[in-house]
């Protein structure tokens, strides 16, 4: 199922992109909850009744003039890996790490498809990163490896925008003051659940700007896989449904070009990964 999450005078519905429309998954079934982290939290029987409701369909959305946000708007965590492409480590002259390198953004920062990356006016060095986000199906904590992939309810496009003079030229290196300016990480426009993504070690991600392609590599790069990432982090919190795990990003970003490549206002940002669709944003 594809999972969207519509911006109504109602507030935020949980809907599923189905036969060219966006069906409001509550109105059709009033025993839905009208959140997909809500409706994830059900596991696989809300799946179930969530297709089943398909059928009766009573409240749908055009997509020509829906308004997306993110299609989890409301996760409790949003956790991101750094590093994760060899050879983007390679070409930001960093190590490849031996774990996971981990930080953070705020929900705050989410944006959905369509939506405007907003260019903070204290920052010269807005950089782009196209990343697989996955997002968590079931609660769990101190998860084996072997069950991992059993705890990711589906995945979605993300663009990991990010700030590299708050990120890098700060004291510390502030990784979370770069990475979390408001609308600094749009993802969507849908959430593909598990079962309709075959392997999701094996997917082409590519970032264009205006149209020129500035990333083209694949999942298949990852230094650490989701299995992986997933026992890693769960030995530090508990993972609960909802939860977006962006997984890093592949070579060809902005500050590793001669010259380097900074995003501004009027330029256009595509994320595109095989089965998962294209996420395009303005910049202003
Ligand atoms: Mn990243």
């Known amino acids: 199922m594809r999972l969207v999450t519509v911006q109504t005078e109602q507030g935020p519905r949980a809907c599923a992109a189905w036969q ?6 509550n109105a059709a079934d009033s025993s839905l909850p ?13 799946l179930k009744r969530a297709q089943l409701a ?7 959305y055009d997509p020509a003039n ?20 060899r050879d983007h480590a390679a070409e930001s002259n960093m190590a490849i790490p031996d774990e996971p390198v981990l930080f953070s953004k705020y929900a705050s920062a989410l944006i959905g498809h369509g939506e405007t990356i907003r260019l903070p006016s204290v920052s010269n ?9 996955f997002v968590i199906g079931k609660r769990g904590r101190d998860i084996p490896q072997s069950e991992a992939m059993s705890y990711v309810g589906g ?16 004291p510390g290196k502030q ?15 849908e959430l593909v659940t598990s079962d309709e993504v075959a392997d999701p070690h094996n997917l082409r991600i590519q970032l264009r700007l205006n149209g020129q392609t500035m990333q083209d590599s694949n999942t298949s790069q990852f230094i650490f896989r989701i299995d992986e990432a997933i026992a890693y982090i769960s030995q530090i919190f508990t993972l609960e449904p909802g939860d977006l795990v962006f997984t890093g990003t592949p070579p060809g970003v902005g500050m590793a070009r001669k010259p380097q490549v900074w995003l501004k206002p009027g330029d256009v940002a595509e994320v595109e990964i095989d089965g998962l669709g294209v996420l395009r944003n303005p910049v202003a």
């Open 54 to 60: 398909l059928a009766t369909p009573k409240i749908t």
């Open 66 to 85: 829906a308004r997306l946000l993110a299609p989890v708007p409301d996760p409790q965590k949003i956790i991101c890996m750094g590093l994760n492409y």
């Open 175 to 189: 990784w979370m003051a770069g990475k979390t300016f408001d609308t600094f990480a749009p993802i969507g426009p």
């Open 125 to 133: 060095e807005v950089d782009f990163e196209a990343e697989l986000v």
């Open 20 to 25: 060219g429309r966006y069906i409001d998954l």
């Open 34 to 46: 009208s959140s997909v982290k809500a409706l994830l939290a059900l596991g696989h029987e809300g």
């Open 155 to 170: 995945y979605a496009v993300g663009h990991d925008v990010s700030a590299r003079d708050w990120q890098l030229n700060k």
